[in-house]
């Protein structure tokens, strides 16, 4: 199964190089009206299991970013793996 990144630490991060200084994530919860462990939550590397469209949809208008600019897809390598014919 593909895993489903978020890439609000990249926007983060550039937003606060526009700015000229840090978005912390209780600023950014603030901001979006979300609880700060959502924020800390999205900002992880780790994969995130469950998207709540609404959430998503507040950080990508926040950023000025479509819905799928705050998402990255990794596909699962293994199955792209099995699904490649072996040469002979």
């Known amino acids: 199964m593909p895993k489903v990144r ?5 926007h983060v991060e550039a937003k606060s190089r526009e700015f000229g200084f840090e978005i912390t994530q209780t600023q ?3 901001a979006l009206q979300v609880r700060q462990a ?3 939550a999205w900002m992880s590397d780790e994969p995130i299991d469950r998207i709540d469209v609404t959430v998503l949809a ?3 208008k926040y950023f000025g970013v479509s819905l799928w600019d705050m998402l ?3 596909e699962d390598p293994e199955k792209e793996t099995r699904s490649t014919p072996n040469a002979a």
């Open 6 to 10: 978020s890439r609000l630490k990249d």
């Open 38 to 40: 959502t924020v800390s």
């Open 72 to 74: 990255e897809v990794e």
């Open 58 to 60: 507040k950080m990508a």
């Open 28 to 30: 950014l919860a603030q």
